[in-house]
Structure formats: structure tokens, C-alpha cells
């Protein structure tokens, strides 16, 4: 039989078990009285039809369920600069009480650095939540345009689209520019990738950068198979086996710090579809939002959807999404600076 100090101890650490599983079942009491009843925003940075959109609509049919008290999940547009306005709304106006989220491309986070700081925000401080796919980015050309390969590209003078200087699809195309001399004139001013998407078919631009491979197997679709639309370099992550053939931009790397400007300007292609809540959201609300995150992109249901459509997902959890934006927000500032010149921002601004 147990001696008297050992029954004791037992009842002591019953007793602190039972109080933490009582706390445990409060707090999560207290997640679903406040998310009963109320809307959850998801905000998609970026025009409707794109990849972002796409994405963020067949998630939200899942997200809201997978939250204690099941909000009801709806989606909203909110374009602009691509994606610089919504980035500064979600950090300066969203309400900070969970009950708002915003997919948005990975370059907005990396701004203040490779960009022209123009939104008031801090990157480290954004709440993350998660990611769907770990992207992986091209360099994409039209049939009419004759351009086969990189080498093609940097013999031939080619008209490329972009959206903005501080936007992905515009980085790439700057950085095959000043990184390794493509003869490529850039047409910014476009709203997204939809509109270059259009742009293409008319034969207005000869090509873009910076489009994953999970926008070419769903919206882009029948531009590859129909063989409209060529892909002719891969940004980022290993070689694709569906993409054979294109040139992998890190392989043109001649040292080490080379590879640091590459990982700079496309390591955080891979946060290809991440989602971000505003600074300072309480952190209960916060870890059930990584959590309904977690369980939903792990959905039977939703799984089976995303197949169907073709979609990608290769997620990460938030606090994944977290450490990669620490890294590369500590980049060293040679290496900030080498990479800020290769997509062409001006340092003397």
C-alpha cells in the first residue's frame, strides 16, 4: 500500500490534473461563447478569379466549422497594390479580436525590405495562422511569342507583365533582368495574375513570372495543356517533374551569397497561400484559429474538394509560416541590399 506521503501526492497531482483539464475545457468554453453567432472575414488581398480567391473560397467552407462555436465564414476582395492596401488595413483597421483573417502574397510581408516601404506595418508583428501550399513559382511565355528557354530570353528581347515593383509578379522578371541579364522590357500596372493571364491570350505581353504551378493546374489550365502557354524557368524549391525542361534559377547561383539573394528574393515563394490575422489578437483566439487551421486544410472533405479542383495543398502551420518571415526579415543587410538592386529598387529613395 502506498505510504502516507505517497497517497498525498497522488491526491495533489489528481487534483492539479483535474484543475488543468477544468481550465483547459473554460478556456475552450470561452473561445465558443465568443465565436457563436458571430462572422469570421477571410480576406483575399488580391482580385477575384485569382489563384488567392480561388483557394481562399474553397477553404472557407471548412474553416468556420473546425473554430469552437462554428462562425460563419465569408470571403471578401479586397485588391489593391497588390496587396499592399489590405495588408495595411488588417494591421491599422481590422478589428483585433480574431474575428478577422487575410490570405496575401508572401512579398507584402517582405516589403520594408525588398520593396520601397510603403505600408505602415511590421511584418514580425502580423498574427500568423497557417499556409495551404508550399508554392512553387515560374517563369511562364506564350506559344507566339517563340521564346523555348532562358537562353532564348536572354538572347531575344521579350515584353514581360508585372503588377508593381514590390509585387511577385513583378520580382521574378526584375531579378532574370539584373541577376542574369535577360533581355526582358517589364509592362507593370496590372492588376493581378487574371488580367496577365488575359494580357497573354491577346498576345499584349510575350510572358510573366512569378505564377505557381498550382495557378497553372487549375485556372491556367487549358492555357498549358492546349500548349498556349510555356513554362521556361522554375523560381524556386527543387525541380518539378511536371515542369521538365525548365531552367532552375538557384542553379545560376556562383557563391554562397549568390544563394542568400536567391533564398531572399524566392525562399518565401514557398508561403505561397498564407494565412495572416491582425497584431496583437488574444493569444486564446489566436492558437484556436492555428488549431481550426490545422484541422481544417486536414479535412477528408475538404481534401477530396481541393482534388477535384486540381489544388495543391502542401500546408504548413502557423507557427512554421512564423519562423520562415524571422528568417528572412533577419537577412543580413548585404545581402538586403544585393537583393533590393536585383529587383530594381532604388536605394538612394
Known sequence: MPSSMQAQFLRALLAALCLAGSAAHTRADEIADFYRGKTLSIVVAHEAGTGFDVYARAFARYLGRHIPGQPTAIVQNMPGAGGLNAAAWLYNIAPKDGTTVATIVHAIMLDHQLGEKRGKYEAAKFSYIGNMERSVATCVVTAKSGIGSLDDLMLRETIFGGVSRAGALSQGTLALIHLLGAKIKLVEGYK??????????????????????????????????????????????????????????????????????????????????????????????????????????????????????????????????????????????????????????????
Open 192 to 349: 493581378g495574375s487574371a488580367n496577365l493571364r488575359l494580357a497573354m491570350q491577346r498576345g499584349e505581353i510575350d510572358g510573366m513570372c512569378g505564377i505557381p504551378v498550382s495557378t497553372l493546374k487549375t485556372q491556367w489550365r487549358s492555357d498549358m495543356e492546349s500548349g498556349q502557354f510555356k513554362v521556361v524557368v522554375q523560381l524556386n524549391e527543387k525541380p518539378r517533374p511536371e515542369i521538365e525542361g525548365a531552367a532552375l534559377l538557384d542553379s545560376f547561383a556562383k557563391s554562397d551569397e549568390d544563394r542568400q539573394v536567391f533564398d531572399l528574393i524566392f525562399g518565401a515563394l514557398v508561403l505561397g497561400r498564407m494565412y495572416v490575422a491582425p497584431p496583437d489578437i488574444p493569444p486564446a483566439r489566436l492558437a484556436a484559429l492555428r488549431m481550426a487551421f490545422d484541422a481544417a486544410i486536414a479535412d477528408p472533405n475538404f481534401l477530396a474538394d481541393a482534388e477535384k479542383s486540381h489544388m495543391e495543398i502542401t500546408p504548413q502551420t502557423g507557427a512554421e509560416v512564423q519562423a520562415l518571415i524571422e528568417r528572412f526579415t533577419a537577412a543580413p543587410a548585404a545581402i538586403v541590399k544585393r537583393a533590393r538592386l536585383a529587383i530594381g529598387v532604388d536605394e538612394g529613395k
